[in-house]
């Protein structure tokens, strides 16, 4: 796989696959993340003389042009970003869109609009591809967020351009979770919540054949501490999982993984009932586990200071309502302090670190939270296959 670098972009129109699906309210930009982890790439273009052409898509459409998920926002948070003006064009295909990018100059960037606003995207539809294909030199996918779907931009598009390659951000990503894969700095640590164990059994699976400890935590540990018997009332438990969590908790017992379940709770009757919030050992019948206790942000807080790499992905509680969101705040302030390697993955987690203020305190951010399971399963990500 060729990266980005190692490419002649002098002149050429270079397609880049950025990921821009970024969180908007009332038409603002309210998480700049993605927009600036793109942003090496970019720029590496410009400065070598490329007729930059940047693809996106931004939430779910479904083949239609809606114009609240447009992509207006982002061309201004961009132009903003590089100092100088990205223009958007009406839609990411067509003759006037084919018109904008021949009239871009060396160094200029233009931003096509929704790529989901077209059906055929998603269906990696060849027709659509060749549409794209034909506004492109040199493609560069930089969008590690959608590498794990087979679409038109991420895939179709790449067997279309002779020219292809990796943006920085990609690399960067295959690096840092590539070497969770095969060499780790010990110990390692990872950190899993969110809400169900079957979103995250096969990454479950390939991590116990890597940590050393495993902190569970988020509502997937109620159906955990189900099997061990505990009482969890009225917290969400996959009672279709259980057996499940019972062998793997075996395995990781056979394999001599620390695993490490909340062993006290802030709990209240519902996420709605927050001013009734206690903070328990014991899960009572009628409440409900909402978060992780005093004692537990302790225990996890000490085996990430003793880590030599941690990976991050899923809140360890109902992160969106306070004061539930203190267990997930809590470990990404014990991320920031401590030595390890850390890398952080999934929308909650990188919203938690990026609340704390220190995300500059983290090793590598994953814009990927989809992606990143699959990559951390061992699965082949057909966005990364396409630029072999």
Known sequence: MKLIDQLDLAGKRVFIRVDFNVPLERGVVTDRTRIEAALPTIRHACASGARVVLASHLGRPKGKAVPELSLAPVAEVLSSLLASTVALAPDCVGPEVAAMVDDLGPGSALLLENLRFHAEEEKNDPAFARQL????????????????????????????????????????????????????????????????????????????????????????????????????????????????????????????????????????????????????????????GLDIGPQTIDRFSKAIAEAGTVIWNGPLGMFEVPPFNAGTMAVANALADSDAISIVGGGDSVAAVVRSGRAAEITHISTGGGASLEFLEGKTLPGLAALE
């Open 133 to 288: 294909a034909e506004l492109a030199d040199v493609y560069i996918n930089d969008a590690f967020g959608t590498a794990h779907r087979a679409h038109a931009s991420t895939v179709g598009i790449a067997a279309l351009v002779s020219e292809r390659g990796a943006g920085f951000l990609l690399e960067r990503e295959c690096e840092y979770l590539g070497r969770v894969m095969t060499h780790p700095k010990r110990p390692l640590v990872a950190i899993l919540g969110g809400a169900k164990v079957s979103d995250k059994i096969s990454v479950i699976r390939s991590l116990l054949e890597r940590v050393d400890t495993l902190l569970i935590g988020g509502a997937m540990a109620y159906t955990f501490l189900r099997v061990a018997g505990e009482n969890t009332g009225n917290s969400i438990v996959e009672e279709e999982q259980l057996d499940l969590a019972a062998s793997l908790r075996a395995e990781a017992e056979r394999r001599g993984i620390n695993l490490l379940l909340p062993n006290d709770h802030v709990v209240a009757a519902s996420p709605q009932d927050n001013r009734g919030a206690l903070t328990v050992n014991k899960i009572p019948n009628g409440k409900m």
